[in-house]
Antibody, heavy 121, light 106 residues
Framework: QVQLQESGPGLVKPSETLSLTCTVSGGSISSINYHWSWIRQPAGKGLEWIGRIYTSGSTNYNPSLKSRVTISVDTSKNQFSLNLSSVTAADTAVYYC?????????????WGQGTLVTVSS | DIQMTQSPSSLSTSVGDRVTITCRASQSISSYLNWYQQKPGKAPKLLIYAASSLQSGVPSRFSGSGSGTDFTLTISSLQPEDFATYYCQQSYSSLTFGPGTKVDIK
């Protein structure tokens, strides 16, 4: 069964770039049936979709974050990554990676366990 | 942008109760609506996709209905493991989640 695991620094300084990687195990990231997303959740708050990537490399981003987000995929390592530039304290959150299914009705299953990223000097 | 609202924001209830959570979209989203359950410190878990389809492995006490702008998640008989926060999510235009409904013990 497919499992996802986020990794990356837990502490990032303001104005720097947040970089996370999601490693997919138990299945191929290249499957045409799925695509891959990043979602975040500030402490005690709701969920915010960051963006998605298809195995073709095509991406879509949340308009509110689009100017600062880059998502990439490395099929040779079965990984996809998130870069979020010019971070502020407002970017402090638990970051999840998730497998997405569906082209119009799009849902997420499974999710990684999440990784807390704190933006602080 | 499509805004999602959920009601109630929280409810206190008892084991065995029937629970209904409502999700409303600011414009029609057809059936492009999913439901998730999240427990403290854990990732969300998919319950219902496409408004009314039960995800494999999810107990049949969970059901979803609705289309257009109004949707409901129903738990027919609440079990102890169901105390959690529930989120709806639309994918009709970009992708947004509702603010969540916390279900706790009365």
């Amino acid at each position: 069964q497919v499992q996802l695991q986020e990794s990356g620094p837990g502490l990032v300084k303001p104005s720097e770039t947040l970089s996370l990687t999601c490693t997919v195990s138990g299945g191929s990231i290249s499957s045409i049936n799925y695509h891959w997303s990043w979602i975040r959740q500030p402490a005690g708050k709701g969920l915010e979709w960051i963006g998605r990537i298809y195995t073709s490399g095509s991406t879509n981003y949340n308009p509110s974050l689009k100017s600062r987000v880059t998502i990439s995929v490395d099929t040779s390592k079965n990984q996809f990554s998130l870069n979020l530039s010019s971070v502020t304290a407002a970017d402090t959150a638990v970051y999840y990676c998730a497998r997405a299914y569906g082209d119009f009705v799009e849902w997420f299953d499974p999710w990684g366990q999440g990784t807390l990223v704190t933006v602080s000097s | 942008d499509i805004q999602m609202t959920q009601s109630p924001s929280s409810l206190s209830t008892s084991v065995g109760d029937r629970v209904t959570i409502t999700c409303r979209a600011s414009q029609s989203i057809s059936s492009y609506l999913n439901w998730y359950q999240q427990k403290p410190g854990k990732a969300p878990k998919l319950l219902i996709y496409a408004a009314s389809s039960l995800q494999s492995g999810v107990p049949s006490r969970f059901s979803g209905s609705g289309s257009g702008t109004d949707f409901t998640l129903t738990i027919s008989s609440l079990q102890p493991e169901d105390f959690a926060t529930y989120y709806c999510q639309q994918s009709y235009s970009s992708l947004t989640f509702g603010p969540g409904t916390k279900v706790d013990i009365k």
